[in-house]
């Protein structure tokens, strides 16, 4: 009796399951991008529509006026929140997915702050 020797199976094995991987971790990651641009939190008006409570990053720097290239006037400090009187959808680059030009107009401390470094969903602000 003659015996057939047969390739071992396993580097088509391999094969398939780098395919799955690839397969399963492509929508992984295509989901995770709008989870990314979402805000758990949403600025809460205060004082009659003249100020909204937003959320913040600490000691992020404020400008005079809203661009990144202009002067710097303060520094929020190290608490996480503060109060805005308005917003303007045309200024510099902010560096936020959801509004790339948007700007706060930091009411206790007088100064630009970019939406990017607000944790808060900004649209509840009134344009200024």
Not at 53 to 77: E, F, M
Not at 106 to 127: A, F, M
Request: aromatic share 10%; with cysteine.
């Amino acid at each position: 009796m003659r015996s057939v020797q047969r390739s071992s199976p396993r580097p088509f094995a391999r094969a398939g399951i780098m395919v799955m991987a690839a397969a399963v971790a492509v929508p992984v990651f295509a989901a995770a991008a709008p989870a990314e641009a979402r805000r758990v939190h949403t600025c809460v008006e205060h004082a009659l529509g003249t100020t909204w409570w937003c959320k913040h990053y600490r000691h992020t720097p404020l400008y005079k006026y809203p661009r990144p290239s202009s002067v710097q006037v303060a520094t929020t400090g190290p608490y996480m929140e503060g109060f805005f009187s308005c917003r303007v959808d045309d200024g510099g680059a902010s560096g936020s997915p959801l509004h790339p030009n948007r700007w706060l107009w930091h009411t206790e401390l007088g100064g630009w702050l970019p939406d990017g470094k607000i944790g808060s969903e900004t649209d509840p602000v009134r344009p200024c």
